[in-house]
């Protein structure tokens, strides 16, 4: 089974950047559309970005356009989300997530949390002065 696990979270003031990482473990990623997702305290976990195997990102949170980027390095095997100008409203727990077949290679035009049956643990993001 896809193990996912997420890295790179921390405490960041506004107008910072972080950049999370999603690797795995004995299962390659470049096979793999992936998607991050996040989970602001007491909200729903909602789709934020993701990249298909081609290499090609589709967003899906308003909020981020031209502040966050997606990238792979097959080489490394993972997955990275550059995340650039932070604001507190991005304060939450951030998870990759990927599917099996057959549409385990593409980016759809939602992002529904249910329809993605590998997940991380997430790491937190916390962006406060």
């Known amino acids: 089974q896809l193990q996912l696990v997420e890295s790179g979270g921390g405490l960041v003031q506004p107008g910072g950047s972080l950049r999370l990482s999603c690797a795995a473990s004995?299962?390659?990623?470049?096979?793999?559309?992936i998607v991050w997702f996040r989970q602001a305290p007491g909200k729903e976990r909602e789709g934020v970005l993701c990249?298909?195997?081609?290499?090609?990102?589709?967003d899906y949170a308003d909020s981020v356009k031209g502040r966050f980027t997606i990238s792979r390095d097959n080489v490394k095997n993972t997955v990275y989300l550059q995340m650039n100008n932070l604001k507190s409203e991005d304060t939450g727990t951030y998870y990759c997530?990927?599917?099996?077949?057959?549409?385990?290679?593409?980016?759809?035009?939602?992002?529904?949390?249910?329809?993605?049956?590998?997940w991380g643990q997430g790491t937190q993001v916390t962006v406060s002065s």
């Open positions: 997530a990927a599917r099996g077949a057959p549409l385990s290679t593409y980016c759809t035009d939602e992002a529904r949390e249910g329809d993605y049956n590998y």
């Open positions: 004995r299962f390659t990623l470049r096979d793999y559309a």
């Open positions: 990249i298909n195997t081609r290499g090609v990102g589709t």
